[in-house]
């Protein structure tokens, strides 16, 4: 682990509100560069909010509101004109769900890459090798990329999304409870991508379930009541917390 | 009550539901049957004396009593496929914006104005297009088609304001809200966090609709066309009113023609011969025909997208 770190997202003072209902308080944390971010905490605590907050799919529903900043290399993104087409293709995300496209295994990966105008079929179908390789799907599913995706499995569905989102090649992967619809051997194989994705790219996870929050994570924040009551490396947080609160819940003691 | 007498009355009671349940479901089977019958019985002097001849015949005579009933047959279909080549566009447009786009404040209005299109009766739009729609499309319209694009058989004819494309105009207008209420809910059904994934790959709002919303809907849409498809095949007054009533089979458009159920409705009351009236069951039989054989297509097509 080297000590040389550099912040791929910075939060500064995020109020979030859904219509006049807020929804954050006061956010204050660091994305850390090629590192795995976990956030953790009882349901409606807001860290799926938050993460939502990270590509503005927020933007999508009308009445919602930001305040505070949310750099991304250091340019805010809630800034006003900012061109969020361009932004989510720079910030993937992955849903509690998989999510795959009403149409076939390459073409789901190629979706992406169309609209960052790739033409070139070479160059598209290398890539879409390259992202099934990365999501090590690949050699489940290169005997049939042109049957529909939907004929997969939820887990091989799961890393379809997974390989779509990478294959964009984003700075950041938001992924929201991206094992909770799959079963433990296939949480197993998402949570093993994740550790390899790692190494290119800078992933935030939410997680109800705080074993994969310590296996996957190094840093974790603790999420309670639209507020971040802890953030730190996760080795300090499951060890060693400073809050009252963060060692009740990782105990255990509620949520 | 004790527990014993409780349980007995309940049973029975469940038997007697049962049993009116099912007599009532049957009976709908019975009801489509006995049409059927009754159709096939009234029309069979007329097929008796015509055989296949009377579905290949282009003839329609009543006064030498010979009756073909092609003209009319495909005035049917003709019309419907030109109110649904007009009408699903618009509607898809209008399913779209109301679920893709719209504010809410008008999401509402909307919305109710095109159920109340679809409770407005028949005869009303046939009234409507007769004395406002029809000499608009003879006096503008139509001219401007035939000088732009006479050069098509299909559109080479005189600006009469009657025929087949006016008649194809207000049943586009007339089934339009069928098919947007339908593809709107279907639009509805797309999970949203479907449509956020699209946006999530950094997909425009067109792209969405496009690639993730369309395709998802795709099984939903073809059960909206046919339902409206279903309606402007039966359609009576209106098309009565629009299409010219006139027994030919005419490349053009523009041209009047006859409807299954324009005949019907133009000539029931003045079928005084049993071959005349025995003839126009047997068109109601066509119609009866050709709605199943719609439907039947549409159930095949929506099984095969939802297995794919």
Same mark, same amino acid.
């Given at each position: 682990m080297s000590d040389k770190m550099t912040e791929k997202m910075e939060v500064k003072g995020l109020n979030f509100y859904y219509g006049t209902k807020q929804a954050l308080k006061d956010i204050n944390l660091a994305v850390q560069e090629g590192e795995i971010t976990a956030l953790i905490g009882p349901s409606g605590c807001g860290k799926t909010t938050f993460l939502r907050c990270l590509n503005r799919m927020h933007d999508l529903y009308p009445g919602n509101r930001y305040e505070g900043e949310i750099l991304l290399e250091g340019k805010n993104i809630l800034r006003k004109g900012i061109d969020l087409i361009k932004l989510r293709s720079r910030i993937g995300m992955v849903f509690q769900k998989p999510t795959p496209f009403p149409m076939s295994i390459s073409d789901n990966i190629a979706? =992406? @890459?169309? &609209?960052? =105008? #790739? !033409? +070139? !079929? =070479?160059?598209?179908? =290398?890539r879409v090798e390259t992202a099934l390789k990365d999501s090590a799907l690949f050699d489940e599913v290169?005997? !049939? &990329? +042109?049957? %529909?995706? &939907?004929? @997969? $499995?939820g887990g091989q569905q799961q890393r379809l999304c997974i390989a779509r989102a990478v294959a964009v090649e984003p700075d950041v992967i938001l992924m929201d409870e991206p094992c909770s619809a799959l079963d433990p051997v296939a949480t197993v194989k998402i949570e093993d991508l994740m550790s390899e994705l790692k190494s290119n790219y800078t992933v935030v996870i939410v997680t109800h379930n705080m074993q994969q929050a310590a296996r996957v994570s190094e840093y974790t924040g603790f999420f309670m009541l639209g507020e971040v009551m802890e953030f730190d490396r996760t080795k300090r947080i499951f060890t060693n917390p400073k809050n009252k609160m963060t060692e009740d819940y990782i105990t255990g003691r509620f949520g | 009550m004790n527990t014993e007498s409780r349980e007995a009355a309940t049973s029975s009671g469940d038997r007697i539901f049962k049993g009116v349940s099912y007599f009532f479901a049957i009976s709908v089977m019975c009801l489509m049957g006995l049409v059927v019958l009754v159709l096939f019985k009234e029309s069979l002097p007329s097929i008796q004396k015509f055989g296949l001849g009377f579905i290949t015949s282009t003839s329609w005579d009543p006064v030498a009593l010979e009756f073909g009933a092609l003209p009319a047959i495909y005035g049917t279909v003709v019309t419907s496929i030109i109110a649904i080549v007009i009408a699903l566009p618009i509607s898809i447009g209008i399913a779209i914006f109301l679920t893709e786009m719209a504010p809410t $404040? &008008?999401?509402g209005p909307i919305g109710v104005a095109i159920e109340l299109l679809a409770s407005i009766p028949s005869i009303i739009y046939g009234m409507w297009g007769l004395f406002i729609l029809s000499p608009l499309l003879g006096d503008y319209v139509e001219p401007f088609i035939i000088d732009h694009f006479g050069f098509i058989p299909l559109f080479d004819g005189a600006p009469l304001g009657i025929g087949m494309l006016p008649a194809g105009f207000i049943l586009a207008i007339m089934i #339009? %809200?069928? #098919?947007?209420s339908v593809s709107r809910d279907v639009f509805l059904m797309v999970p949203s966090i479907l449509k956020e994934s699209g946006y999530g790959v950094g997909a425009t709002k067109w792209e969405v609709i496009r690639r993730v919303v369309l395709p998802f809907a795709r099984s939903g849409i073809v059960g909206a066309v046919i339902l409206g498809l279903g309606r402007a095949l039966g359609e009576t007054m209106a098309v009565t009113f629009m299409i010219g009533n006139s027994p030919d089979i005419s490349l053009s458009l523009l041209d009047p023609a006859t409807s299954i159920s324009a005949t019907l409705a133009n000539e029931f009351t003045e079928a005084d011969h049993p071959l005349y009236l025995s003839s126009i069951v047997e068109l109601g039989l066509m119609l009866f025909i050709i709605t199943f054989v719609v439907l039947a297509i549409a159930?095949?097509?929506t099984r095969r997208y939802e297995k794919r």
């Open positions: 979706f =992406g @890459l169309k &609209l960052k =105008g #790739i !033409r +070139n !079929r =070479g160059e598209i179908e =290398g290169k005997d !049939r &990329l +042109n049957t %529909p995706a &939907l004929s @997969l $499995s | $404040s &008008l999401k #339009i %809200p069928f #098919i947007s159930k095949l097509m």
